[in-house]
């Protein structure tokens, strides 16, 4: 699940070479075993598994998992939806975001500044789930103003690493 507090406090000032070599090895292949991770670092297993363990509790590792090909789902059609609201109450901004927070279709939304309030990814099967989408998310909320919607015609790029070198320089 993820967890927006993480990503306010300074994890990277806490972090050592290890710690980052650690988390860019997971990056890669989190399905690796400790034993194997371990000797990839250059620590002992039960060192490393502290260091792993440290690292979850931080917040630093937020989860891990298979990334599959939504396709495997049935799942052919990608959108990126602006959403501009009406208002902008506290109130209405958080009703918006419990109401995509609950929709199994969207896979990623953004709370914006700029043209937009919010930027949704959502993942369907066709123009059709689309629609309803649309409907259930978009048309029937009265604080919607408009939404735009930006079909994907190919994924160029799909990467859910981060460059940890930033982290090296900035450190």
């Given at each position: 699940?993820?967890?927006?507090?993480?990503?306010?406090?300074?994890?990277?000032?806490?972090l050592?070479?290890?710690d980052?070599?650690?988390?860019?090895?997971?990056?890669?292949?989190?399905?690796?075993?400790n034993?194997?991770?371990?000797r990839i670092?250059?620590?002992?297993?039960p060192?490393?598994?502290?260091?792993?363990?440290?690292?979850?509790?931080?917040?630093?590792?937020?989860?891990?998992?298979?990334?599959?090909?939504?396709?495997?789902?049935?799942?052919?059609?990608?959108?990126?939806?602006?959403v501009?609201?009406?208002?902008e109450?506290?109130?209405l901004?958080?009703?918006?975001?419990?109401?995509?927070?609950?929709?199994q279709?969207?896979?990623q939304?953004?709370?914006?500044?700029?043209q937009?309030?919010?930027?949704?990814?959502?993942?369907?099967?066709d123009?059709?789930?689309?629609?309803?989408?649309?409907e259930r998310?978009?048309?029937?909320?009265?604080?919607?103003k408009?939404?735009?919607?930006?079909?994907?015609?190919?994924?160029?790029?799909?990467?859910?690493?981060?460059?940890?070198g930033?982290?090296?320089?900035?450190?």
């Amino acid at each position: 699940m993820f967890r927006p507090d993480v990503g306010r406090c300074n994890l990277s000032a806490r972090l050592d070479e290890i710690d980052l070599r650690i988390l860019e090895e997971l990056q890669r292949d989190s399905s690796r075993t400790n034993v194997r991770l371990a000797r990839i670092v250059g620590l002992s297993p039960p060192a490393c598994l502290r260091r792993v363990r440290r690292l979850r509790a931080s917040g630093a590792i937020h989860r891990e998992m298979a990334v599959l090909d939504p396709r495997i789902a049935g799942l052919h059609m990608t959108v990126l939806a602006g959403v501009v609201l009406e208002r902008e109450s506290r109130d209405l901004i958080a009703a918006f975001k419990r109401r995509v927070l609950e929709d199994q279709a969207v896979a990623q939304c953004w709370y914006l500044t700029g043209q937009y309030d919010f930027l949704v990814l959502v993942r369907v099967p066709d123009i059709t789930a689309y629609e309803a989408l649309g409907e259930r998310l978009f048309h029937s909320d009265p604080n919607v103003k408009r939404y735009e919607s930006l079909v994907v015609l190919d994924e160029v790029k799909r990467d859910f690493t981060l460059p940890l070198g930033t982290v090296r320089r900035a450190g």
